[in-house]
């Protein structure tokens, strides 16, 4: 029932900022809690709760937030300084349940 869709990847130099989001359809979105998460064997990079209590991985925090538009059912991931190792395809996922999107690729290269 569940499908998310993400998108904002993309091509970007070190040091630069990405907004990736991620839409769902279906399920009541106001009280699931969401994760990004990257890689292949796609390690949590951030998750944020339905009453809004987020949390980031340490390689990441101070540099990405997560956040949540439950208007728009969107969930967002705002990465800014991003390294070379950040190079993934970010996945989302309603955590709980087996819906994940399809992913979407970020490259940092200069």
């Known amino acids: ?11 970007v130099q070190p040091g630069g900022s990405l907004r990736l989001s ?9 009280i699931s809690s969401m994760g990004w998460y990257r890689g292949k064997q796609r390690e949590l990079v951030a998750s944020i709760t ?7 991985v340490e390689s990441v925090k101070g540099r990405f937030s ?5 208007a728009k059912n969107t969930v967002y991931l705002q990465m800014n300084s991003l390294k070379p190792e950040d190079t993934a395809v970010y996945y989302c996922h309603k955590l ?3 819906a994940w999107g399809r992913g979407t690729q970020v490259t940092v290269s200069s």
């Open 1 to 11: 029932q569940v499908q998310l869709v993400e998108s904002g990847g993309g091509l």
């Open 22 to 30: 991620c839409v769902a359809s279906g399920g009541i979105f106001s």
């Open 50 to 56: 339905s009453a809004g209590t987020s949390t980031c």
């Open 66 to 70: 997560i956040s949540r538009d439950n």
């Open 96 to 98: 709980g349940s087996d």
